[in-house]
């Protein structure tokens, strides 16, 4: 397939307020490149078969959204570490033996996010970590990869947390929510992995004064960019890290594989990002 010729996707159901077209359209432009990238709406019974005609259809890849991860991770013929330590799969290539193959660059995309904006996370080894849905397997396996040996996993449903705690190793131990405030004493590091704060769901209400004044604070929720835990723990002094920037990082790696180039999360594309957020609003 000719360079100039590829095309991309993300595909999900619904996938209408992805942000991905916009992130890989910017890099396109600005590497002048002539390949495209698009949303595909894909209903969960019509996702294998979309899979299986998407080297037909001339797509060099893509990324796989709500509701096919899991889904995907079933199907591909090859899977990368990271995706075998999530389970789930997001971004999907072809190999140079044609094979269809899957990855995740949701713990890449967290971590490199994390470097950017508050470099000192990379020194702590005691997490809270609060929801224990998908998002939240990502997150653990991020830490763990970076030396993180004493995680706590809150969450509503303990048998959940229980669950996934079992499934990640040693070094993560679950609890109740209401047990939060006692496990911040100590800790370097509090994520919400949860969709608490986010626009239209209920709020996130945590009491921060536990947390030691060189904890970092970090929320995967974008929408809207400063959540409701952000400003309390900005107000409290302590350093941020707000959810844009994890989406933004999470996409590098598809694009380098279906394109050849890897791009830059640059101050540009952030400030389109965030115009685009706002005119959602």
């Keep these: 397939m000719a360079e100039s010729s590829r095309r991309a996707f993300v ?140 995680i706590r996993l809150a969450n509503r449903s303990l048998p959940r947390a229980r669950e996934l705690a079992g499934r990640s190793g040693g070094g993560v131990s679950a609890h109740r929510w209401e047990a939060v405030a006692g496990l911040l004493g100590d800790a370097d590091l509090l994520v919400n992995t949860s969709a608490l704060g986010m626009k239209g769901e209920s709020a996130l209400e945590v009491d921060l004064d536990p947390l030691p004044a060189h904890a970092v604070v970090a929320d995967i929720v974008y929408v809207p960019l400063e959540t409701a835990l952000l400003k309390a723990a900005r107000a409290r002094g302590l350093a941020t890290s707000e959810g844009l920037g994890m989406l933004l990082y999470q996409a590098v790696p598809g694009f380098e594989r279906w394109f050849g180039q890897r791009p830059t999360v640059s101050e540009g594309l952030r400030k389109k990002a965030v115009a685009d957020l706002e005119n959602a609003q």
């Design 11 to 150: 595909c999900g159901h619904p996938v209408a307020h992805s942000r991905s077209p916009l992130i890989h359209g910017y890099w396109l432009e600005e590497l002048g490149l002539a390949g495209s990238y698009e949303g595909v709406d894909v209903a969960p019974d019509a996702f294998p078969e979309f899979l299986g005609s998407i080297g037909r259809d001339g797509f060099a890849g893509g990324n796989v959204t709500i509701p096919h991860k899991e889904a995907a991770f079933r199907i591909v013929e090859k899977r990368d570490r990271d995706a075998e330590a999530i389970g789930a799969v997001n971004t999907i290539w072809f190999d140079a033996d044609g094979r269809l193959c899957g990855g995740n660059t949701d713990a890449y995309g967290f971590a490199a996010n994390l470097d950017d904006e508050v470099p000192q996370w990379a020194e702590g080894r005691k997490a809270v970590v609060l929801g224990a849905g998908g998002a939240a397997r990502a997150i653990l396996h991020a830490l763990k990869q970076r030396g993180y040996d004493d």
